[in-house]
């Protein structure tokens, strides 16, 4: 008979934290790249943000937008930027495209407050900023916090401005007030989801009256004189514009330890990113690999920049032309040939918040990539539940490369659930499973992770690419 400490560890699904043991120089490696993918959070806060910089770092690595391209083979590194909004990038296998491609698909709209297309009004001598969320937020969270304005206002003959301001050290910020406590008695007794409405989230946005004269709305007035003289805009042209309100804070180190980064909008940039740069490393793959950066994800995927969208499908079979292979059905069968990670971010284990979860199906951070089997809520309901063969396909990648990866659950089986971009690709025929970066606060103005999470989830990318 084996001792029982050799059965146990030969037999147990092992569960630790990934800094256990950690040479110096793998922390510094992974501080650094986490010191890079803070920076390019703090200047890609929108999905058009995030496009813009993913675009210009692309063509430093040597990508080319497909449309100036007639002709594709192996090897080659393209993209596709949908709208400014979304991008699909490539990096063609020495493999035939019609033996199937290998996807790795996150998204890069996060959870906001959109400005109303008739924002602007004057209330008791403030100027403020009408909002509609953007995805599903805790409306609290947003009051009283430190807000930046950040997007385009496009005029009648097609001129956009883009804006971004509150960033900066020496710009303003704004905010949404809240109620003092001592007046707040009512309040205090609503349900939290009560508290505060939609309707409440009203940013502040001026004090100042335009001059001594008699016409009214004379905050509101100047409020437009700084546009025009700032953008050459008038009232109306903030009607065909997408600004976006996001927090005014920077992505920090967390922790006496470092170990953790907070910042805005990690659902999903973080995933994003780690897939972007694990692409980047990608040289001459046997089978053709695929990074989508999708938009309004946090809002169900719909319109002509989400998943749901045929753009994607589009850039495919552009592929497909351009490699010369094209025909008939194609499309189709590549789909079914194809496989996919589907990259978003895992509810990490809260302990202050730890009845939501069932301890032995959660993600904990700093126990690398979460992997999460299927989705949906209460009955598996709506879940794309990958196959079992492609799981422990997944799973062969991941432990021959030493990937440290938890198979998790989102949250308890009744409590509640969520959903990702991975059905959309399953629905065409692709093997898909969730993997993505364990995230305590997830959709808050500040999320967390853990920066050996982040490392590991580029490497499994990279892994998954490479195999
Ligand atoms: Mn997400
Ligand atoms: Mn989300």
Sequence with gaps: MQDAETLKKELFREEKSGWEGM????????FDYCNRYMSFLNCSKTEREFVANAK??????????????????????????NRDKSMYLAVIGTESIEKGIRIIGAHVDSPRLDLKPNPLYEDSGFAYFKTHYYGGIKKYQWTTIPLAIHGVIVKTNGEKVTICIGEKEDEPIFTITDLLPHLAQEQMEKKLKEAISGEDLNVLIGNMPYDESKVSERVKLNILSIFHEKYGITEADLSSAELEVVPAFRARSLGFDSSMVAAYGQDDKVCAYTALTALFEVENPKTTSVCILSDKEEIGSMGNTGMESHVFDAFIAE?????????????????????????????????????????????????????????GARGKSGASDANAEFVAKVRNIFEKNAITYKISELGKVDVGGGGTIAYILANKGVDVIDCGIPVLSMHAPYEVTSKYDVYTAYRAYQTFWKE
């Design 23 to 30: 040479e110096e120089a793998k922390k510094h490696e992974i």
């Design 56 to 81: 210009i770092e692309a063509e430093e690595k040597g990508f080319r937008d497909i449309a100036t391209m007639t002709q594709i083979k192996p090897g080659d590194k393209v993209y596709y930027s």
């Design 319 to 375: 592929l497909l032309d351009k490699a010369g292979i094209n025909r008939p059905n194609l499309l189709e069968k590549v789909f079914v040939a194809s496989e996919m990670l589907s990259a978003d971010v895992d509810a990490g284990l809260d302990p202050i918040y730890a009845h939501v979860s069932e301890k032995n199906n959660a993600a904990y951070l700093g126990q690398g990539v979460g992997l999460n089997k299927y989705t």
